[in-house]
């Protein structure tokens, strides 16, 4: 099982920037991708930006293209989102996602974070 813990939402103003990060622990070793989802009230959870394990290649939704970054620190099994410039539509709760096999014949299984709160108002 791997676990995560999400921390760094809150409130911020228009145009404004804040990081997320989410500690993973238990089996990582078989994390193959690391991401941020989010989901806003009435809305489906939407894929944010993705780092994979092997390589570190990233992938971001078109909307935060340029404005959000994700990253990793392999040594603290941390992973971040710095979220800058942020929109109104950006406001959302944030989750932290791990896909984890034992290897590349099994299946891949998602973990989840709790979730934490962006809120961005003036």
């Known amino acids: 099982q791997v676990q995560l813990v999400e921390s760094g939402g809150g409130l911020v103003q228009p145009g404004g920037s804040l990081r997320l990060s989410c500690a993973a622990s238990g089996k990582i070793a078989g994390i193959t991708v690391m991401g941020w989802y989010r989901q806003a009230p009435g809305k489906q959870r939407e894929l944010v930006a993705t780092?994979?394990?092997?390589?570190?290649?990233?992938n971001y939704l078109d909307s935060v293209k340029g404005r959000f970054t994700i990253s990793r620190d392999n040594a603290e099994n941390t992973v971040y989102l710095q979220m800058s410039s942020l929109k109104p539509e950006d406001a959302a709760v944030y989750y932290c996602?791990?896909?984890?096999?034992?290897?590349?014949?099994?299946?891949?299984?998602?973990?989840w974070g709790q979730g934490t709160r962006v809120t961005v108002s003036s």
């Open positions: 780092i994979i394990s092997i390589g570190g290649y990233t």
């Open positions: 996602n791990a896909k984890w096999r034992v290897n590349r014949f099994t299946p891949e299984y998602d973990y």
